[in-house]
């Protein structure tokens, strides 16, 4: 098969087996690879209502046909139950480690079992084998990466680890590799740590091919001229992801004070060109990127001065910045580097603290039940004391590390109100009251809450993404059918990106629907056009539907927190808005109707049989 290495490579945790087996030709055709493939696989061997931190989940590591080919990629999905939501979990990380794994010759590492003491998996081509990993366990995951290399003797080596809060079982904890790319949504390190399988270490030697080499080349010049006439991709490259900072308060859509408004007051303190200025030290890009959004900064002053810091984000600038009424970069930056040292995912980490900071303003958490901590709007010492102790599971951080809809849950008094979440999982960097296409993406992700299960944020910032091209600027404040037109092609079309493996910035800028599939052909040689690129996302996004219906989701749970339905922005640009109940139910009966599910939100057993999935009605 043209794109792909051919095998996936089991390793059972429990008994120390190590398998390598084909990848099924015809599995490759019908989900592609990444989310999709994985998605699969979870389906069929993780069972109904199986404890994702038990013996029974598992951790399926994912490359794509585009993985480690010339068009600009360096992506990886690793796919298990989120310990988080309790339904179907994902997540992407970029930088280098997931085309090694295609190198050494792998387009899956299935991960299962129980080890019955702390290990780490090499695999250096064929070479696979488990080695102990007691003297890790403790470390962070950069002390991690580091120790691998100088025991393995090879500072090439690509090392995906997780830290402290992987070990004690975070919810929300991460896998962190090439020093700061995180596998960072819905609780992977926190499956990887129940496994006691402190990182996985990759070396590779091989390359990929493909079906016709020139077109690829012809293909990617093309993708060149596009990405240097694009303005955004342009504004990444200097600024990084932070640039969306100026993007959404100009529409004051920058989540605040736990979403009370979007409006932050200090927000250019906390941007883009603020970064740039004060604490950025170089650009870094991943493999085969011209962007280099990433950045790498340094700590200036206080009692962290000189810490080095691989960010920050601009989900991170947000949660620890405008969403705990904080407009000090630096502290931004400390914890954006604590929360990767530690391995958590900084999105709900951070807006765990926010809403711990509204409890304690509506008089719902104690100071007493804080550890004695000042949870004051923009306290930065507490927001780093927080970070460690949520990392540690200590004190008021053990309650935090379990997500906010269970912290809610178990702190009572009203405190649900205030858990920024759907299905568990934690909202972004984007209010949905002035974007109101992201309460559509909130709303119907198959993880949860996520904002990049579809590129509407581009639609809704008024900006463009070439994988819905648009004549004009989409209105932010409206929820319409065009926006739920938009949401079905875009949720089809970025779980293909998210299947190939591909950046799903590089993409959604980028790639057409047409230029993605005659990259896929091109790399594989199976013929695709438009049209089935967007089959093959219905089907990959149906399949996870369906893991989630199997774990009990249905219409109740396609929704957002009272706050966004009942309390209107109260200033900025968007003053005023709220979203309205009877529209967004509304919305959800269009949209269930265009996908082909019930009113209830259930795939019918017409569109499974549709879609060639009916081997899941049985």
């Given amino acids: 098969m043209k794109g792909y290495a051919g095998k996936i490579l089991r390793v059972d945790l429990t008994t120390g087996r190590i398998r390598k087996e084909g990848l099924p030709p015809e599995l490759a055709r019908k989900f592609l690879g990444g989310v999709g493939l994985g998605s699969y696989l979870l389906y069929r061997e993780v069972p109904p209502g199986a404890d994702p931190l038990g013996e029974a989940n598992k951790l399926f590591f994912c490359t794509g046909p585009l993985t480690g080919t010339r068009i600009p990629t360096g992506r990886y999905v ?64 950069s002390q991690a990466q580091h120790r691998i290399r100088e025991e393995l003797g090879d500072q090439e080596v690509r090392v995906a680890a997780i830290g402290p809060a992987g070990e004690r079982l975070v919810r929300f904890a991460s896998i962190i590799n090439d020093e700061g790319r995180a596998a960072g949504r819905a609780g992977a390190g926190a499956v990887m740590g129940s496994k006691r399988l402190k990182a996985v270490a990759v070396r590779g030697h091989g390359g990929v091919e493909v079906a016709d080499p020139e077109r690829v080349s012809e293909l990617v010049g093309r993708m060149y001229e596009i990405w240097k006439s694009e303005p955004f991709v342009r504004s990444l490259h200097l600024y990084g992801t932070d640039a969306m900072t100026s993007f959404t308060s100009g529409i004051a859509a920058f989540p605040t004070r736990n979403f009370q408004s979007g409006w932050f007051e200090e927000w250019e303190k906390l941007s883009g060109p603020t970064l740039s200025r004060t604490l950025l030290v170089k650009r870094v890009g991943c493999f085969g990127c011209p962007i280099a959004c990433g950045r790498v900064s340094v700590v200036r002053s206080g009692p962290y001065r000189g810490m080095v810091v691989w960010g920050p984000e601009y989900e991170h600038v947000n949660t620890f910045g405008a969403g705990c009424g904080n407009s000090d970069l630096e502290t931004v930056a400390v914890c954006h580097q604590l929360v990767n040292e530690y391995g958590m995912d900084g999105i709900s980490c951070g807006r765990a603290i926010s809403f711990a900071m509204e409890c304690y303003e509506k008089g719902i958490l104690r100071k007493e039940e804080a550890d004695g901590l000042d949870l004051s709007w923009g306290n930065r010492e507490t927001m780093v004391e927080l970070v460690k102790r949520i990392g540690e599971r200590r004190g008021i951080g053990d309650l935090l590390a379990e997500g906010t809809r269970r912290a809610a849950q178990r702190l009572g008094r009203g405190a649900e109100r205030y858990a920024m979440q759907t299905k568990g999982l934690e909202y972004a960097g984007y209010e949905p009251r002035a974007m109101k296409g992201m309460a559509l993406t909130y709303a119907l992700g198959n993880r949860g809450g996520c904002h990049i299960t579809t590129g509407m944020l581009y639609l809704d910032i008024g900006t463009m993404t070439w994988m819905y091209p648009v004549d004009s600027p989409m209105d932010p404040q409206a929820l319409d059918r065009e926006k739920v037109r938009a949401e079905v092609a875009l949720e089809r079309r970025y779980t293909v990106v998210e299947s190939a493996v591909l950046c799903k910035f590089f993409a959604g800028i980028v790639f057409t629907p047409e230029l993605m599939a005659s990259s896929l052909s091109a790399v594989t040689g199976w013929e695709m056009d438009a049209a089935g690129v967007d089959r093959l996302g219905e089907r990959i996004w149906t399949l996870q539907r369906l893991f989630n219906v199997r774990e009990g989701i249905s219409r109740k749970d396609d929704t957002l927190p009272d706050r966004f339905f009942t309390e209107p922005l109260p200033d900025g640009f968007s003053q005023g808005q709220v979203l309205d109940r009877k529209t967004f139910e ?4 269009a949209y269930y109707e ?25």
């Fill in 586 to 589: 509304e919305m959800l009966d």
């Fill in 78 to 141: 690793v796919v298990f139950k989120s310990p988080l939501t309790s339904i179907l979990g994902w997540s992407s990380s970029a930088g280098h480690w997931g085309p090694e794994l295609k190198f050494a010759g792998y387009d899956v590492l299935i991960v299962e079992g129980v080890s019955p003491r702390p290990v780490y998996l090499w695999i250096d081509d064929d070479f696979v084998e488990l080695r102990p990993a007691d003297h890790l366990w403790g470390t962070t995951t």
């Fill in 594 to 618: 265009m996908v082909g599910w019930d009113r209830n939100g259930i795939p019918t057993r017409e569109k499974v049989r549709e879609l060639g999935l009916e081997e899941l009605l049985a």
